[in-house]
């Protein structure tokens, strides 16, 4: 295992464990100096039918989710972090991650919270342990 990563991959919502993970992300992206990718996933699951045929409420959602994002990615900067990007997808935050977004982004490390703020997750089992389980990096679950 190397001991400098190269890019970092980190999952955020605004759940305690999330924000701790970030901050994690931050400090090992700076250590490393270190590539940041920031993502959020917008969870189209937790929205009903009618939510998801109303484009308004579905663009609405992801314009939220853009503005806070982008909210991450001026901390990392301010924190030090030149190479930061932010990355929004929809579908299953686990799947997500693992299926799509580290194939494409290729990172050393996954970095997300143990615990997320909404979702079936929450309730019926762990996104961060599926992760964990089927991602082909280092995946580091951060708890608060």
Do not use: W
């Not at 190269?6 to 490393?32: C, E, M, N, P």
């Not at 579905?58 to 990615?73: A, F, M, T």
């Amino acid at each position: 295992m190397a001991s400098d990563y190269k890019k970092i991959l980190v999952g955020v919502d605004d759940s305690r464990d999330a924000l701790a993970a970030f901050q994690y992300a931050l400090h090992r992206a700076k250590t490393d100096q270190a590539a940041l990718i920031i993502t959020s996933i917008l969870e189209s699951g937790e929205m009903n039918v009618y939510q998801v045929l109303n484009k308004d409420y579905v663009h609405g959602e992801r314009e939220e989710l853009e503005q806070h994002i982008n909210e991450y990615v001026q901390l990392a900067k301010q924190a030090g972090i030149t190479d930061v990007r932010a990355v929004i997808a929809e579908g299953d935050p686990g799947e997500t991650i693992v299926k799509t977004l580290i194939p494409k982004y290729q990172p050393d490390l996954l970095i997300v919270g143990a615990e997320a703020k909404k979702g079936l997750a929450k309730h019926y089992g762990s996104q961060a342990a599926y992760m964990a389980k089927h991602a082909d990096i280092s995946v580091l679950i951060v708890r608060e």
